[in-house]
């Protein structure tokens, strides 16, 4: 069975640079694409960053291009999420998410994944 664990999240400052971990498993971990999604109270879900299963390839939403920086180490089962340069618009509960592509391409949207974390709050206070 498939579990996904965030952690790393909590109160930053503006401008910090918290590191999110998502422990993998239950899976083939390098088999799986990952994926990074935030949801801020009273919005829909949506995507962050997203790396392919060797991690050869990369998207990120523009909201976060230049700051956040996504990771892997299929070694040790785990994703990253490397976040710099807060601020207040990026507190949300973020969530990792996992799924085996149909294709090349890296998912982007909330249905392209199936297996989700429980998330973990990012709070950033001025």
């Known amino acids: 069975q498939a579990q996904l664990v965030e952690s790393g999240g909590g109160l930053v400052q503006v401008g910090g640079s918290p590191r999110l971990s998502c422990a993998a498993s239950g899976l083939t971990f390098n088999t799986y694409i990952m994926g990074w999604f935030r949801q801020a109270p009273g919005k829909e879900r949506e995507f962050v960053a997203a790396?392919?299963?060797?991690?050869?390839?990369?998207e990120y939403a523009d909201s976060v291009k230049g700051r956040f920086t996504i990771s892997r180490n299929n070694i040790k089962n785990t994703a990253y999420l490397q976040m710099n340069s807060l601020n207040p618009e990026d507190t949300a509960l973020y969530y990792c998410a996992a799924d085996i592509p149909p294709s090349l391409r890296v998912g982007v949207s909330v249905g392209d994944y199936n297996y989700w974390g429980p998330g973990t709050q990012v709070t950033v206070s001025s």
């Open positions: 790396i392919s299963r060797s991690g050869g390839k990369i």
